[in-house]
Every structure is written in structure tokens, then in C-alpha cells.
């Protein structure tokens, strides 16, 4: 399995992002441009004594990744209609995920506009979950799926 996070901005968010990787083997794709470096002290803060241990592939930009993609590419936004549980997930899946303000950029959404899924967000007063969170949820549902935990 493989998250991908597309000009993430917040450091915090991609420590527990990277943290989560290494609780589940998951290899992180990270594609510039980022909102920090890699050696900022809030990622590495978040990310604990465990960033060391990240499976991390860093990538120049969108197509350098889209190009040697280790599997399915699924996108992931908030405001898309159809839910992350309608996904019959496979081992080799890149789940991608957009940075925090402003989501995956719109030619991503549209080039794989039947690969795009959205977790379900009840309030009228939320527009988006933190990152972070979002990325748990999916990678933990797509893992149960495939692995039968």
C-alpha cells in the first residue's frame, strides 16, 4: 500500500502521517512542491523517533510520480461524491491525498475524475477533515480490506 501526499503544507500533518507508514509498512510518496523541508522540527516532532524508519519516495512533482506509480492511483477529496467504502482496495494501491488548504489540484481530479472518493462529512459546518485524519481512515479501511485485519 502506498500513501501519497500531493504539496502537503503542514509539517505536523506529515509527521503523523509518516508515523502512521510505519505502523502499517506503508511506503509515504511525498511530491513537491512542500509547504517545509523535511528537516523542519515540527515534522520531526510529530513524526517522533520514527521518521528514520519511514518508507519515504519523494518526487519532483506530480507527473515524476504519476510516471513510475507502484500501483492503482485512487485520489481522495473532500468534496467527492462518491464514498473511500465504495472501494474495492488492492495491495498496491497509491492513495492520494492533496495539501491541506487546498486539496488535490484540479487537473489531478479531473485526469482521474473515476478514481476519486471522499470521506463522508455530515456537518454543513465542516468543509474538510485534517489531513492527517483523512489518511488514517482510508489507509486503515483499505488495509482491513486486504489483509483481513
Request: glycine fraction near 6%; charge should be neutral.
Amino acid at each position: 500500500m502506498h500513501v501519497v501526499l500531493v504539496a502537503p503544507e503542514i509539517p505536523q500533518n506529515t509527521g503523523s502521517i509518516g508515523r502512521l507508514c510505519v505502523a502499517t509498512r506503508t511506503t509515504l510518496h511525498l511530491v513537491d512542491p512542500l509547504g517545509f523541508l523535511l528537516e523542519d522540527r515540527h515534522l520531526r516532532r510529530a513524526g517522533l523517533d520514527y521518521w528514520p524508519h519511514v518508507d519515504l519516495v519523494r518526487h519532483a512533482d506530480w507527473e515524476a510520480f504519476a510516471q513510475r506509480a507502484p500501483g492503482r492511483i485512487l485520489c481522495f477529496a473532500a468534496r467527492s461524491p462518491s464514498p473511500y467504502t465504495s472501494v474495492a482496495y488492492r495491495p498496491d494501491d497509491c492513495l492520494v491525498f492533496g495539501g491541506e488548504s487546498r486539496g488535490l489540484p484540479s487537473a489531478i481530479r479531473e485526469r482521474y475524475a473515476d478514481a476519486c472518493y471522499g470521506i463522508p462529512i455530515r456537518s454543513p459546518h465542516v468543509r474538510s477533515l485534517n489531513l492527517a485524519t483523512a489518511v488514517a481512515i482510508v489507509l486503515y479501511e483499505a488495509l482491513r480490506q486486504v489483509e483481513g485485519a
